[in-house]
């Protein structure tokens, strides 16, 4: 019987996902060769660190230091970069594309910061760039994008895609507890890095949003057109107020895109209990796409881990093998090159309605005269809660749920209550609410 053809994978980083893909390659190397009639054969796990015990068994002989070298071996054909970052990675990506092997990363960093230059550098070397891993985890959501929902222009995409950050939310709503508290006991059981901020401050989510937004609208999306909030800080009061009144605070990605051009951003944003995005609790991740044709589609499931994140890396992995067999690239990747200049929405225009938390003066008049400066600026009020004052308070919580307006009226409003001589006493608390039309 012919020897069956081998495609040599390199590894380079050799840290939780690097050992995931190790143990994958591993445990479904006979399955995947009879589903793709090759066989996927490492060849090599390149990692500064060669000491640190990862738990999973892989010949030492495999182990190096010179992923350099590792790249430039004959019977290397793909290469993975797990590295992190945009060092090394970089550098050695780079390396590998330069030689026309097809590099898979689950790296949202250099692709959201150095999209531009990788893709050219891969289209210019007849190879490929592959990054199914850099977005929810182990789901398929960059297939989905790329393939599956090819037939359709892509109205929105709203994306929980941070488990971290999820995590800690659902954990205020469900103990009552405030950020603090939630994020160190999230560091404690190793759901939250020593150092949260690309998590906590919404980076690595602003990260992911851009990539998908390169992925639906065929652009480069720069980072600064990424507006970027997270959730540091946030109030267990605003989790608590939110439910009272039919919401959960999410941090979602949002990606619109329209006849006026095209919105990223990422934000806390309060979802209604009913929609399906507000039961995505804990570390899991979900996305809704909405296309033209097929109208909505939801995606769930394990946003990051070793498990999850190689079953993407190997999926890339057998993708990569078979365009190699096929000889060459499957598709190009015109997804990310311009189809044609993309306009970004100005931030002032994009239409909303909010969830306010004012600290008002409890005294009579008082909601009267911040209602006529709302109304002042065209934005209706869907909604008023307010609870007694504790005894003594001089000021007291007043949640308002405005209809839809426009982000500069908003601005306006709020800097005129803020204005008026004793009426709040400390800025207002502002959230979007999602309703997702
Ligand atoms: N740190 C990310 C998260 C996973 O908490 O979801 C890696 O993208």
Redesign the pocket.
């Known amino acids: 019987m012919a020897k069956m053809k081998e495609v040599g994978v390199a590894v380079l980083g050799f840290g939780t996902v690097g050992a995931g893909v190790v143990d994958t390659l591993a445990k479904n190397g006979d399955l995947l060769a009879e589903r793709l009639g090759l066989r996927l054969v490492l060849r090599g796990v390149a990692d500064l660190d060669l000491a640190t015990d990862r738990g999973v068994a892989v010949d030492p002989a495999l182990l190096t230091t010179d992923g350099a070298g590792l790249i430039a071996r004959p019977d290397v054909d793909v290469v993975v970069e797990l590295i992190g970052g945009t060092g090394a990675a970089k550098d050695l990506a780079l390396q590998a594309l330069r030689r026309g092997k097809p590099v898979v990363t689950?790296n949202?960093k250099l692709l959201a910061e150095h999209g531009e230059e990788i893709h050219r550098v891969a289209e210019e070397n007849q190879t490929e760039i592959l990054f199914e891993a850099?977005v929810g985890?182990g789901i398929p959501i960059i297939k989905a994008l790329r393939e599956g929902l090819c037939a359709n222009r892509i109205e929105s995409i709203y994306g929980i895609?941070?488990?971290?950050?999820?995590y800690v939310l659902t954990r205020m709503e469900e103990a009552h507890l405030p950020f603090e508290t939630v994020l160190r006991e999230a560091q404690a059981a190793g759901f939250?890095?020593a150092d949260p901020s690309?998590?906590i401050d919404g980076h690595?989510t602003a990260h992911?949003a851009a990539v998908l937004a390169s992925l639906a609208y065929g652009c480069n999306v720069p980072l600064a057109k990424v507006r970027v909030a997270g959730i540091r800080g946030i109030a267990a009061a605003d989790i608590a107020y939110a439910a009272d009144m039919g919401y959960r605070i999410k941090l979602l990605a949002l990606i619109e895109g329209g006849a006026d051009g095209v919105e990223v951003s990422v934000q806390p944003a309060l979802v209604p209990h009913h929609h399906q995005l507000a039961a995505v609790g804990g570390?899991f991740?979900a996305v809704l796409v909405r296309g033209d044709v097929v109208g909505t589609t939801l995606y769930y499931g394990r946003?990051?881990g070793r498990a999850a994140?190689a079953s993407a890396v190997v999926a890339d992995l057998a993708d990569a093998a078979l365009n190699l067999r096929a000889g060459g690239r499957r598709r190009d990747l015109s997804a990310v090159r311009a189809r044609a200049p993309v306009v970004f929405r100005d931030p002032g225009e994009i239409v909303a309605r909010h969830y306010l938390r004012f600290s008002m003066r409890d005294l009579p008049g008082t909601l009267a005269k911040v209602a006529t400066v709302l109304g002042a600026h065209r934005i209706g009020i869907d909604s008023v809660m307010q609870k007694e004052a504790a005894k003594g308070a001089a000021y007291v919580p007043v949640i308002i749920v405005t209809g839809p307006a426009k982000e500069r009226e908003m601005a306006a409003a709020l800097a005129e209550i803020a204005a008026l001589a004793g009426v709040t006493d400390r800025p207002t608390v502002t959230y979007r609410i999602e309703d997702f039309e």
Do not use: I, M, Y
């Not at 895609?161 to 999820?166: A, D």
């Open positions: 689950a949202k850099s985890g895609l941070n488990g971290t950050c999820n939250a890095e690309l998590d690595d992911k570390v991740n946003g990051a994140t």
